[in-house]
């Protein structure tokens, strides 16, 4: 039985290798069950972020196979040689992989440390995987528990003050192009995603004024509209209304660019070259990387927005210790549970063992005194079944502390060497 985390995040690769191993909202249902497959229904979860896309998974034999097989898997299902990708993956097992699970979920893996949207989007991860009936006992623990040490981090120490989101990152970016007043600049919004609505909110507080919203849908963007008394654009009229934006965030869930250079000449054109900020979150990039070339444009991808580091990082630093031992903490209690989960159909087979050699001696001793009562022979199955609980005592706590400081499969194998035991149940 393994426990094993493979993936790729901003710390190993850049945006377009993960744009191009990402999952779809619309593709990972399709792909859970396909991966549970291939690992003969294992417990899987898949996390698939702008910053990240990871797997985890609870599988019966070896974690060598089930990480072999989830290579496998990433390069079938993006059609992609495990070359072009393999370098960038990271593979844990057992306790690293539960420990990596419980950093991410706490935002200290992030790319801004402490952020809080991870853990709602590794709430959503597990949330698909419900869906899809891929989550068994083993992941749906590890998840609930990965959830609470989130929560502790957040409530016992001070990594989430100050600003620790990519919307409040963006912000500051605003404000070193802008200055910090930006009053009476306007925001265009292009999609409808979560994240460029919190960029949008942000801005807005620190001034922004004239909000344009444009999404494929036009109920959504005069819905978002609404909320700023801004206007609603339709999705064909993007290019047209450009020159209007000083900042651009586009958040969209297109396969491929819909921005480039020409688009922005056009816009710089008719507003005199002043400057656009283009903050571009989406993953596949709405923005060809090229605009970024043009004068008084400035262009951020969701990989630049980490260069930009907020005034209060130094202190999320300075907790990131406190941070990591209530992590390790869940860690431990995590792992002393999955051990005793191992460890206990051996020592159901134990006792199995041992209430069947006092059961036959106790009814061949029975059968040699037929003189006594019925309340004198439920005596002695009371004094037998006594003595063998009292003898399996010591052993069964012993086992249990064992487990928690030692390789539960060495400790199932000796047990089952000392007693006898061929299998269990």
Request: one cysteine or more; glycine letters at 6%; a negative charge.
């Amino acid at each position: 039985m393994s426990l094993v985390a493979v993936g790729l995040s901003h710390h190993t690769s850049p945006v377009e290798m993960r744009e191009r191993l990402g999952f779809p909202a619309n593709t990972l249902p399709s792909a859970l069950l396909h991966l549970a497959k291939r690992l003969d229904k294992a417990g899987v979860v898949i996390l698939s972020t702008c910053n990240r896309v990871e797997i985890y998974a609870h599988y019966a034999g070896e974690a060598t196979d089930a990480r072999n097989n989830i290579r496998a898997f990433l390069s079938e299902w993006h059609k992609l040689p495990e070359d072009e990708f393999k370098d960038a993956l990271y593979e844990h097992d057992g306790r690293d992989a539960v420990g990596h699970l419980f950093r991410v979920a706490s935002g200290l893996d992030s790319l801004v440390i402490g952020e809080t949207q991870v853990l709602g989007q590794v709430h959503d991860a597990y949330i698909a995987a419900q869906a899809g009936q891929t989550v068994d006992k083993v992941i749906h623990n590890l998840f609930q528990s990965a959830f609470t040490v989130a929560k502790h981090v957040r409530s016992q120490t001070a990594v989430g003050e100050g600003k620790v989101s990519i919307s409040s990152v963006a912000v500051d970016l605003a404000a070193s192009i802008f200055g910090d007043d930006l009053t009476g600049k306007s925001v265009m919004v292009v999609g409808s995603g979560e994240m460029g609505e919190l960029t949008l909110k942000s801005l807005v507080a620190h001034g922004a004024k004239s909000v344009l919203v444009i999404n494929r849908h036009p109920e959504r963007a005069q819905a978002l509209a609404a909320q700023y008394d801004g206007e609603s654009l339709s999705f064909e009229t993007l290019i047209e209304h450009l020159h209007r934006a000083d900042i651009v965030i586009s958040t969209t869930a297109a396969p491929r660019t819909i921005l480039h250079p020409p688009d922005f000449q056009h816009a710089l054109r008719a507003r005199s070259q002043a400057p656009m900020l283009v903050i571009d979150i989406a993953v596949p990039r709405d923005v060809d990387a090229a605009v970024g070339d043009l004068d008084n444009i400035y262009l951020y991808n969701i990989d630049d927005l980490g260069q930009v580091v907020s005034e209060n990082i130094e202190v999320r630093r300075r907790e990131l210790e406190q941070c990591m031992a209530i992590a390790e903490r869940g860690v431990d209690q995590f792992m002393h549970w999955m051990s005793a989960l191992v460890v206990a159909p051996t020592i159901t087979s134990m006792a199995k063992e041992f209430e069947t050699i006092r059961d036959r001696e106790t009814q061949k001793s029975l059968a040699s005194l037929p003189d006594l009562t019925e309340k004198q022979r439920r005596e002695v199955e009371y004094l037998t079944k006594r003595i063998v609980n009292n003898i399996l005592q010591r052993p069964m706590t012993q086992i249990k502390h064992e487990i928690g400081h030692h390789d539960p499969g060495t400790v199932v194998h000796l047990i089952k060497r000392l007693f006898g035991i061929e299998e269990s149940i």
